[in-house]
């Protein structure tokens, strides 16, 4: 810092120190921590200054445009001297009271212990090993306790504002659909619940999903074309198949059958969350606040998605049959059920079941089982780094690898369900079990038969997943349930 720059920021430390009793030392050191982030020396800290500082130094910087927007009193987009050294006192001050809640014994000092009795009050019950790793996370002289110093340090640029935001901060949970997704749905505390952010969380996770899907649709029409035609096309390939739509409907035939694939999202999304909470119940034998290990939420996760899609399936099947139909085939959604219901039968509306359902397992299961895996190895490799957050490509990286586990396990199912679903509209094809259609495929097309139309459902899952964090994110800021 030069001089005269020096001089001001320590003339007015001073000056606000004799009026309200704060620290000259530490207001010392926030003037030249200000200094730091002020990386062209104009006398203002913008959001590209404060991302770009924290990056260099491996800090969380998710949050820079809240930071900036909470300190910005005079709404310029920046944060002068004044309003930076106001930011940080009030922020202070809330970790203070933070800290204060969490050292339940007064000693000045946060043990594993205490971090525990803290969250399970908010309905959050973590073991012993699970608190060591938060608290690795924020110790810094390896005493395995977290003294004030330590605590301030570690959230200073995190604009966290009770102990239920730091609940959140320690979950790292995210809601990411990226279309027929099974996996396990998210955990949330006693006081989440009650206070409705589950509701703004699950609205948030639909309308993500409803933008994911519709992004991705072409992608998953062609998919379905080529899990359904592939014995009768085989030279169906993924542009020449794009193109044949195109020329047979239109631009808007790629987008055909996407309107029920959104529409199923809210109920199945409900269905599975409230599925789950009381197959969790059951688990846990009525001992609530009791914390289920990773094979239990798996079960659960299981139940819950195979009684969702018990409820919700004859819409699996009205979305395969318009996703499929040709033009004016169908009038419409309500004409699509009649005509089915007219000449298949109520049954033909769960035809694919079994499969479908057979593929939760494997699914559910890998998916959980490697995402688990991947997030723990991230953060036992960080635990001794001070900032170690996984963080957003993290964890949607985790979510993505675990995912095309997941898929390439469960695919053959998928496609055998929907050959099941589709069949009855293709003329002259036999109506076959689940049994039926696998030898139909291994005998015709051989092994790799149970994996046609995998590209497109691989090409989908990126931009799936990134527009789905895009939108969920935004979505909750909006909601008021996000940081």
């Known amino acids: 810092m030069d001089e005269s720059r020096n001089r001001f920021c320590l003339g007015w430390t001073r000056a606000r120190c004799q009026d309200n009793g704060s620290d000259p030392e530490r207001e010392k050191r926030w003037a030249e921590l200000f200094d730091q982030l002020d990386l062209n020396k104009d006398g203002r800290i ?9 990056t260099a130094r491996g800090r969380p910087r998710s949050a820079v445009e809240e930071i900036v927007r909470e300190g910005d009193t005079n709404q310029d987009g920046e944060l002068d001297f004044e309003e930076f050294i106001r930011y940080l006192r009030a922020h202070e001050k809330a970790l203070r009271l933070m800290f204060r809640s969490l050292d339940r014994n007064n000693d000045g000092e946060i043990d594993v212990w205490e971090i525990q009795q803290s969250l399970h009050k908010l309905g959050v019950t973590i073991t012993t090993d699970q608190a060591a790793k938060i608290m690795q996370s924020i110790d810094k002289d390896g005493t395995m306790t977290i003294d004030w110093n330590e605590w301030r340090d570690h959230f200073l640029f995190n604009p966290i504002h009770n102990i239920e935001d730091i609940a959140r901060y320690w979950k790292h949970s995210f809601m990411l659909d990226i279309g027929e997704n099974m996996t396990v749905p998210d955990d949330f505390t006693e ?48 542009w020449s198949g794009l193109r044949s739509m195109v020329g047979e409907g239109g631009l808007s035939a790629l987008w055909r059958g996407n309107g029920i694939n959104v529409l ?38 299981s139940l819950a998605g195979a009684t969702a899609q018990t409820v919700i399936y004859p819409l699996e099947v009205l979305k395969t049959r318009l996703t499929l139909r040709k033009t004016g085939q169908y009038s419409g959604l309500t004409d699509c059920a009649i005509q089915i219901l007219r000449k298949e039968g109520v049954q033909a509306f769960y035809k694919g079941y079994l499969p479908n359902v057979l593929g939760i397992i494997p699914y559910a299961g890998i998916d959980l089982a490697v995402y688990e895996t991947l997030k723990n190895a991230w953060l036992q490799q960080h635990s001794t780094d001070s900032s170690a957050d996984p963080g957003v ?30 069949q009855a509209s293709l003329v002259g094809s036999p109506q076959l079990s ?34 789905s964090y895009v939108v969920y994110e935004n979505m909750r800021r909006a909601l008021g349930v996000g940081p």
């Open 46 to 54: 913008d959001v590209h200054e404060l991302r770009t500082w924290l």
């Open 191 to 238: 006081e989440e619940k009650k206070s409705g952010v589950v509701w703004r969380h699950l609205m948030a996770g639909a309308m993500a999903g409803s933008v994911s899907r519709t992004g991705t649709a072409p992608l998953d029409r062609i998919k379905v074309f080529l899990q359904v035609y592939g014995s009768t096309s085989g030279r169906m390939k993924l």
């Open 434 to 467: 689940m049994l039926g259609q696998f030898k139909v495929i291994v005998s015709q097309e051989g092994l790799p038969g149970l994996y046609r139309g995998i590209v497109p459902n691989f090409l989908k899952v990126i931009p799936a997943v990134s527009l």
């Open 264 to 301: 199923k999202i809210a109920p199945e999304t409900a269905i599975k969350f409230m599925a789950y909470e009381q197959f969790k119940k059951l688990i846990r034998g009525g001992k609530e606040g009791a914390s289920l290990q990773v094979q239990e939420r798996f079960v659960a996760g």
């Open 393 to 422: 490509m993290v964890l949607v990286s985790c979510g993505t690898l675990s995912s095309t586990c997941g898929q390439l396990a469960s695919y053959p199912l998928a496609l055998i369900r929907t050959r099941m679903q589709a």
